[in-house]
Nanobody, 126 residues
Framework: QVQLVEFGGGLVQAGGSLRLSCAAS????????MAWFRQAPGKEREFVAT????????KYADSVKGRFTISRDNAKNTMYLQMNSLKPEDAAVYYC???????????????????WGQGTQVSVSS
């Protein structure tokens, strides 16, 4: 199995930027499709973005498209989420997630991911 740890959360003003990182250990990182989800208080966990094993394929939630960029560096066993033009509604705990596969299916249902990090808080002041 793979262990995931998120870094990079914090407090930022609306319109600002943050970059989240997700460091993986355990199994071969490139065997896993990776994703970011987020969960705000009182709300369900929601899909943010996913990236294929190679990094060539990506999918974004409509709410973040054009503002967030997901990427990965398989040599460093790390996935990233560059978040620009942050809005107060982006505030949440952000989680990285993974599932092992031979191919790539951009899954958006959190129930279809096998491994999760502990989450990192992102707060956005207006």
């Amino acid at each position: 199995q793979v262990q995931l740890v998120e870094f990079g959360g914090g407090l930022v003003q609306a319109g600002g930027s943050l970059r989240l990182s997700c460091a993986a250990s355990g199994r071969t990182f490139s065997n896993y499709v990776m994703a970011w989800f987020r969960q705000a208080p009182g709300k369900e966990r929601e899909f943010v973005a996913t990236v294929s094993r190679s990094g060539a394929g990506t999918k974004y939630a409509d709410s973040v498209k054009g503002r967030f960029t997901i990427s990965r560096d398989n040599a460093k066993n790390t996935m990233y989420l560059q978040m620009n033009s942050l809005k107060p509604e982006d505030a949440a705990v952000y989680y990285c997630a993974a599932y092992g596969t031979l191919g790539y299916v951009p899954r958006v249902d959190p129930g279809q991911y096998d491994y999760w990090g502990q989450g990192t808080q992102v707060s956005v002041s207006s």
